[in-house]
């Protein structure tokens, strides 16, 4: 079974530090890149980063640039989010999502097509 | 511009026909994908490349894109499509995804 399982996630104070992580399974991980996208409460979705197969190419939204660094294990099938300096307004859900192209076949959705449930970040004093 | 726009909420009486639009210039060049979110769940895919079904996704939903506008109908909406809507795309050549700021719909 395909499945996204998101943890990490809890209270931390601002300017402090978090790592999430997002165990994968049901499918070949490395074939993947990965993609994290929040949601603040109440809020729609955000982009977040994305990590090419390998994770040689990392890519990210311009409000987390240089505090966020997303990184994965294909040894261990599991994505992570390295989150440093949080603010208030990194409280969110955070969703790790597969990109649909499998590089092992050249095909994709153009479209995220596995979610995990999420992890809740709250950034509080 | 990278902007997706979107209503912020629509309704739709049960049985009848819903459209959901998302205004974007990048839509003339790239494929727009759909996802529905329901109350305290993970988002799940319901269209991609414009007018895609993912296996598992009823035949009522079906999507378009023409010009800027990218659209998803329900085509007799029924309770269980209550829910949030986003539209998406990714540019890949910029290695940046953009979401729409989502539409509530409401089956009345």
């Known amino acids: 079974q395909v499945q996204l399982v998101e943890s990490g996630g809890g209270v931390v104070q601002p300017g402090r530090s978090l790592r999430l992580s997002c165990a994968v399974s049901?499918?070949?991980?490395?074939?993947?890149?990965m993609h994290w996208v929040r949601q603040a409460p109440g809020k729609g979705l955000e982009w977040v980063a994305v990590i090419s197969y390998d994770g040689n190419k990392k890519y990210y939204a311009d409000s987390v640039t240089g505090r966020l660094t997303i990184s994965r294990d294909n040894s261990d099938n599991t994505l992570y989010l390295q989150m440093n300096g949080l603010r208030a307004e990194d409280t969110a859900v955070y969703y790790c999502a597969r990109d649909s192209y499998d590089i092992s076949t050249a095909r994709g959705l153009d479209a995220f097509d596995i979610w995990g449930q999420g992890t809740m970040v709250a950034v509080s004093s | 511009s990278s902007e997706l726009t979107q209503d912020p909420a629509v309704s739709v009486a049960l049985g009848q026909t819903v459209r959901i639009t998302c205004q974007g210039d990048s839509l003339r060049s790239y494929y727009a994908s759909w996802y529905q979110q329901k109350p305290g769940q993970a988002p799940v895919l319901v269209m991609y490349g414009n007018n895609n079904r993912p296996s598992g996704i009823p035949a009522r939903f079906s999507g378009s894109n023409s010009g800027n506008t990218a659209s998803l109908t329900i085509t007799g909406a029924q309770a269980e499509d209550e829910a949030d809507y986003y539209c998406n795309f990714g540019d890949t050549s910029a290695h940046h995804w953009v979401f729409g700021g989502g539409t509530r719909l409401t089956v009345l």
């Open positions: 049901g499918f070949t991980f490395r074939n993947y890149a």
